[in-house]
């Protein structure tokens, strides 16, 4: 009897373990996240790609035909945050690719976090890039400014500041790790207003095509660099 207690003491101890080891975030992620993160393991990178990285935006891209360079691949999730990127960065790190376009942060803007919460997770994600995969050229991308006139994204509206404040930290950490930055916000946005631009968008977030050439417009010398 005392054995059988003994043994369950302890198999509830290493359950505890797990519970307490095991990352908080990974239950929230999405089916259709694992399911791209399942798709992404079966495709190795290597040091002749560049990867474009980030959320709902990224996955959208159709980047090899709009660079026409099959080198490219796309590992966008939609939906994906900072924390989320930083848990499935390994498979891209591990191919130690020649190039990683990253583009994050509007998600986590929605979950209502502070700019100096985001910037310290953002460091992290950098860091990690940077000693992992030293010889990746890292180009950190400004986060794309939003139009609210659309009424479709409730946890944005009022976010707009928000947005300014985290790309200034965004290319203070470039800077601090020797990464390209490269400002999309003002590509994007109405010179008077800040907000997405009408024509580049049919939701006030995402792209449409004219604004993926934009994007790509601004891009093409780090691309073909």
């Not at 191919?95 to 953002?122: Q, T």
């Amino acid at each position: 009897m005392k054995k059988i207690a003994i043994t369950s003491f302890c198999c509830i101890g290493f359950l505890l373990g797990i519970i307490t080891t095991t990352p908080s975030y990974s239950h929230v992620r999405s089916e259709y996240w694992h399911q791209r993160v399942s798709l992404f393991e079966c495709l190795p990178v290597d040091n002749s790609n560049i990867v474009f990285l980030g959320n709902s935006i990224t996955d959208g891209g159709e980047f090899a035909e709009l660079f026409d360079n099959p080198k490219i691949i796309n590992r966008g999730i939609s939906g994906d945050v900072i924390s989320g990127v930083r848990e499935r960065v390994g498979q891209v790190l591990k191919g130690s690719p020649r190039k990683i376009f990253l583009l994050i942060g509007i998600n986590d803007i929605s979950h209502n976090k502070a700019v100096n919460e985001l910037a310290r997770e953002y460091e992290m994600l950098v860091k990690e890039i940077a000693e992992k995969s030293p010889s990746t050229r890292l180009y950190i991308q400004s986060v794309m400014p939003v139009n609210n006139d659309f009424n479709r994204y409730k946890n944005l509206i009022g976010k707009e500041d928000t947005v300014r404040q985290l790309n200034l930290e965004l290319e203070r950490i470039s800077a601090k790790y020797d990464a390209t930055y490269v400002d999309l916000f003002s590509a994007l946005s109405d010179s008077d207003s800040g907000k997405l631009k009408k024509e580049f968008t049919n939701d006030g977030l995402h792209l449409s095509g004219k604004g993926y050439l934009v994007w790509r417009d601004c891009l093409k010398k780090y691309v073909d660099e």
